[in-house]
């Protein structure tokens, strides 16, 4: 019989208690609860740390707000957006919301364990997840899906310091696939059930994870630069890849856009040619560079839409960074000289 759980941020309660109130499993990370409109996500870093990782925490603040990443379902092999991921990842057009709840230690005098309530959460409209790579149970590596998200408007989650992603332990860095290009973003169902803080009111009655829709446009402008690139540059002949790199000491990792293995060249794109976004990209490459194999041969290069200004294109010219932008007929600058 179903019982009632009031989802307000900071319960402390356990996975049979949320079964029993909403009619999903109790043994998976990523649990759906299709009658009640529901996935719940329980996350454990300490999970991760088995396997001599974790990428489950809440990360730092960027432009957009709070973000917490999670992990997605699959044990071995490279993780793919189907089954429990698939209802994670397409929650809105599915009409469903999210509800992410932390480990908390056990139940006293049981090994049950406690599952503390963060709160309502979206998969982040811009970047949905990102592709790391770790071990497998089986010790293998492979690709990882590692979700974004976003509290919903209107809700203040439970966070705690014990819930910020931990520090890498070691410095390493791992080819990856580039960036994944995103769909275009979606309107996101209204907030139900937490009753942490009363949701705004809108004009209609659907609101959306609070990050401006130019935003998103320029973040997958700058996605579909980068894919349109790389087939330019496949099409060639040339091998694409990034990397992950995880800096000891801090959470989190760093993950350039590019990698021409033939050219040996780092390529940071940006979705727009202003000075400040330039500058940006300056700055990362130069952070980058630092940990791709033979940096001293390395060259560096930044990717943009459309020309920049003459004075832009001083300011690249003198930091010895390569520019390469789109045109009609391909991309101006490229091959590098």
Known sequence: MLTNVDLVPGLVTTRDAIAQAFGCGTFQGIEPAADAGKVFVYSD??????????????????????????????????QVVSGRNKSLRYHVEDGREIHLFVAHGKVPGSG??????????????????????????????????VFRLRPVEGTEPAWTEADNLPPAGDTLVEVTAPPVVQPAAVVLPQQTGVKAKKAEQHSTSETVADIPAGQRKVLRREGELVKAFKAHLAAAGHETHSFQITIKGEPGALTPDLYDVQDHVLYEAKGLTTRANVRMAIGQLADYRRYVPQPETLRVAVLLPSAPTPDVQELLAKENIALVYQTDSGFSGWPLV
């Open 112 to 145: 049950a364990m406690q599952q503390r309530y963060i709160g309502q959460m979206v998969v982040d409209p811009v970047k949905a997840f990102d592709v790391r790579r770790g071990p497998g149970r089986d010790g293998v590596m492979r690709d990882v899906l």
């Open 45 to 78: 870093p300490s999970a991760g740390e088995e396997y001599g990782y974790t990428f489950d925490g809440r990360a730092d603040d960027d432009e957009f707000g709070a973000l917490y990443l999670y992990t997605g379902a699959g044990a071995r092999g490279d």
